[in-house]
């Protein structure tokens, strides 16, 4: 079913979006020339960001919550990353084809405990900046694949497929990680 | 296989991931040094500004009368009196529309698929120029008839792929500025690039629909994109 691009109405919104724009636009623009190193761009990506905030306002809480910092942060990160990758012209970083997504395979479990607190830390930092966003969406704003598909301009499958790749990379990162500690 | 792991997993994931964002954030400089180092372009802070006038506005605070609750008899007779008027009015709709597709059809010779508006004054959009370039369509729309001058021109689009189970949705954008209108021949053209993501949904015909919605009108382009050798 046709499910049309429409901007948000909520009565409330357009003052809080005012106020996100007063309050972090200047911080947004220097995340974004942070990835672009290109300060057209980065407005450009500035510009993106603040679209996607406009549809997604219900995600938005209390303004000046930290919350509310992060998830400006994480959409203000994803949309220069989408831009970088579209200027480079290079195909879909990873190409998200479906594939077997057999939980067979999916062995993070097992590497996620307390004990792996700091290796799990430098291993998070190492992900690819296109990974570290989708688990941010996931388990820092707490969004559904649906609603990350949303914002990610992308269906649910390639969502799933992310998350799942995002995984496995970390899986191994850790096995890395905690071998490489253990030896 | 779920296990008693998936909680802490989540929770831990979501504490390390906290962590290195606030770790980040940290590492910005204080607003005043941020204020200093860039300039937005009047492009966008025009973007900006028509964007927010997209949202709307805070309706006035309600006064004491309406604060009041109405009883539960008038709820029903007003929820029945709104009921009745939309019925009402989408018959009126109704009864125009036809009117005007008489009309529209007595006086247009040749209609073109892509074209969705018979009225002169109206705008027509086209998509043309359509290539596949490693998974990107790049797409050409143009605008034609538009009378308005450029930045007021923010459509929203979705493009469909054919697939075989039929039309599937690829992706949808909205966008903020289509560029500045040109006057040939009398009329006004804006005509728009976009480079769109369509490796979400494989079509093997290169078959692709898109559906605009430009000032709350929709209109439907088919085309077929071609590959570049």
């Known amino acids: 079913m046709l499910l049309f691009l429409t901007l948000i109405d909520l009565p409330e919104d357009k003052d809080k979006f005012n106020e996100i724009y007063q309050r972090y636009k200047h911080m947004m623009w220097y995340v974004a020339n942070e990835i672009v190193v290109d300060p057209h761009l980065a407005e450009d990506a500035v510009q993106d960001a603040f679209l996607s905030l406009s549809m997604h306002m219900n995600k938005v809480g209390e303004v000046t919550s930290s919350q509310t910092k992060k998830f400006i942060f994480t959409i203000v990160k994803h949309k220069a990353i989408d831009l970088l990758r579209k200027r480079t012209r290079q195909n879909e970083f990873l190409g998200d084809t479906y594939e077997d997504l057999s939980t067979k395979q999916d062995l993070l479990s097992d590497f996620i405990h307390k004990d792996n607190y700091k290796a799990l830390l430098i291993c998070v930092k190492k992900l690819d900046a296109i990974y570290r966003i989708v688990f941010e969406y996931k388990y820092v704003h707490q969004l559904t694949d649906k609603e990350i598909a949303k914002l990610l301009n992308v269906t649910e499958k390639v969502v799933n497929v992310r998350i799942f790749r995002a995984r496995k990379k970390l899986q191994k990162l850790l096995e890395e990680e905690v071998g490489f500690h253990e030896k | ?229």
């Open chain 2, 1 to 229: 296989m779920k296990n008693s792991n998936t909680l802490p997993e989540a929770e831990l994931l979501s504490k390390v991931l906290n962590q290195i964002m606030e770790e980040e954030l940290a590492q910005i400089p204080p607003e005043r040094e941020l204020k200093i180092m860039h300039d937005f372009s009047e492009e966008f802070v025009v973007s900006i500004s028509q964007l927010s006038d997209s949202i709307k506005k805070k309706p006035p605070k309600k006064g004491l009368f309406e604060k009041r609750r109405l009883s539960s008899y008038l709820k029903i007779a007003a929820a029945f009196a709104i009921v009745l008027n939309v019925l009402f009015a989408l018959a009126f709709i109704k009864s125009l529309s036809i009117e005007k597709k008489d009309s529209c059809n007595k006086t247009e010779l040749a209609n073109d698929s892509s074209e969705s508006a018979c009225d002169q004054r109206s705008i027509t959009i086209t998509a043309d120029s359509a290539s596949l370039i490693n998974g990107y369509l790049q797409v050409t729309i143009t605008f034609e008839n538009v009378t308005s001058d450029s930045l007021s021109i923010a459509p929203s689009f979705e493009l469909f792929g054919e697939t075989e189970s039929g039309w599937e949705s690829i992706n949808y954008e909205f966008a903020l500025n289509c560029g500045e209108a040109v006057s040939i021949s009398g009329h006004q053209y804006v005509t728009k690039t976009y480079y769109l993501d369509t490796s979400a949904v494989y079509t093997a015909s290169n078959h692709y629909r898109l559906r605009l919605l430009y000032q709350d009108q929709l209109y439907e382009a088919d085309f077929v994109a071609e590959n570049p050798k």
